[in-house]
């Protein structure tokens, strides 16, 4: 595939710049004055948060942070715990309950750093009293194949959950310093991990008015928890709150700009559409082809030679049981099919390195995939239909796979027009 190597290399700088050591330097607290300092975290970052903060961090210090499985790392005085994402499991039940009872002896000369990146949703459930681990796994489900964007479903997690919605953080008599790697579409500090420890104003109402705008088939017992008062999370001017402090460190935004640097260098004028992106992964891909053939058959808005760059988090609905892919990948293959014949080339991945449930960060296209996938024996609409763009990216050999990165700002999509 020609442009592959350039494609990657867009990706590799825009990962780089997403590691949060250069962030967390930048926003590293000062040492508390006769109190502890406490880790805590949650994220497919977390672990990788935990040993830059060791890295950097002048005293004491020690806790522990929930990350996905295959993506802890080496520490030293800070315990890492690995869960399940995106479907929660006991082992994140059990980091919840330690997380809670870790800060909740806290005293105010205390320090808490809160280390949190996108991923902690799922990585901390903690059901209210009167629901279970299993009520908590349907919700998440429900959620993932709905097509809602993830500030919405954010919204309604926190509204059942005793750790999100800024339950984290007010259980907890100490100061709370919150570090975020943000994979928000906007980078709302509160919607990132749907806010252990940063509240926001939704309410259980905007909860509701969620589930019957996207016709959630919540089970009763879920549906009675979000109509009582015990849904309700705390407000930012929360007094439990008052001293504490967030900062995003590491974010969509930047991880473009770094990436938009090497496609100046590379000889291709850049630009960056967006870095909040939201909506049904076809529908963007649509959007996105649209520009691209614009752009090769007209040479506007932008002459080429161009490279086109976005960020976000689109959605995908499942459509039948589904096939394997995610986001990503469904977004290259629609691509692939409105880009059919034209100079282009395309790479569509999280910056995680995992893209849904599978093994793989996403996947590369061009004008020539729909043909090579034919060849192979696959019509990439029937792929599309059944949300099975996997199969057919591993046939070719256009599947991305790079491992856990150590970070997550979302998706990453850039698309080279010659």
């Avoid at 805590?40 to 040993?51: D, V």
């Avoid at 009675?224 to 407000?235: E, G, K, N, V």
Wanted: proline share 6%; net charge negative; aromatic share 4%.
């Amino acid at each position: 595939m020609k442009h592959r190597t350039l494609l990657e290399k867009l990706f590799r700088a825009a990962v780089q710049a997403a590691d949060p050591l250069m962030g967390i330097r930048a926003h590293l607290p000062l040492p508390p004055v006769g109190g502890r300092t406490v880790v805590i975290g949650a994220g497919k970052g977390a672990a990788q948060m935990a040993a830059a903060l060791e890295s950097l961090w002048p005293g004491p210090l020690d806790g522990l942070v929930v990350t996905r499985y295959g993506y802890g790392c080496a520490t030293r005085s800070i315990e890492v715990i690995e869960a399940a994402h995106p479907v929660p499991d006991a082992a994140g039940l059990v980091a919840s309950g330690r997380l809670l009872e870790l800060v909740a002896g806290l005293a105010p000369e205390d320090l808490v750093i809160a280390l949190i990146s996108g991923g902690g949703s799922a990585l901390l459930p903690a059901p209210p009293p009167g629901l279970t681990l299993e009520d908590e796994i349907a919700l998440n489900q429900i959620l993932l194949s709905s097509g809602a964007p993830i500030s919405a479903m954010n919204v309604v997690r926190k509204h059942v959950s005793t750790i999100k919605g800024g339950r984290l953080a007010a259980a907890t008599k100490a100061r709370v310093v919150s570090l975020l790697v943000s994979d928000i579409p906007g980078d709302i500090p509160s919607f990132v991990a749907s806010g252990p420890t940063v509240a926001d104003a939704s309410t259980r109402e905007d909860a509701l008015a969620i589930v019957e705008n996207y016709k959630l088939d919540l089970s009763p017992a879920v549906l009675s928890h979000l109509r009582s008062p015990a849904a309700d999370a705390p407000m930012p001017d929360d007094v439990r709150l008052a001293r504490d402090e967030h900062h995003v460190v590491a974010s969509a935004s930047v991880s473009l700009e770094a990436a938009a640097r090497v496609a100046l260098a590379e000889g291709f004028t850049p630009h960056i559409l967006s870095d909040s992106i939201e909506g049904e992964s076809r529908d963007v891909a649509q959007v996105h082809a649209a520009l691209a053939r614009e752009i090769a058959t007209r040479g506007r808005p932008f002459s080429r030679p161009a490279v086109l760059l976005s960020g976000g988090e689109t959605t995908v609905t499942l459509r039948g049981n589904g096939g394997r892919g995610g986001r990503n990948s469904e977004f290259a293959l629609a691509l692939g099919l409105a880009i059919e014949g034209l100079p282009v080339a395309a790479l569509a991945a999280d910056t995680d390195g995992i893209d849904g449930v599978g093994d793989h960060a996403g996947a590369l296209v061009d004008g020539g995939s729909v043909a090579r996938l034919r060849a192979a024996g696959f019509e990439p609409r029937k792929l599309l239909a059944q949300n099975d763009s996997y199969s057919g990216f591993a046939a070719i050999g256009d599947l991305l796979v790079t491992g856990p990165t150590g970070t997550n700002v979302n998706d990453f999509r850039a698309i080279v027009i010659d």
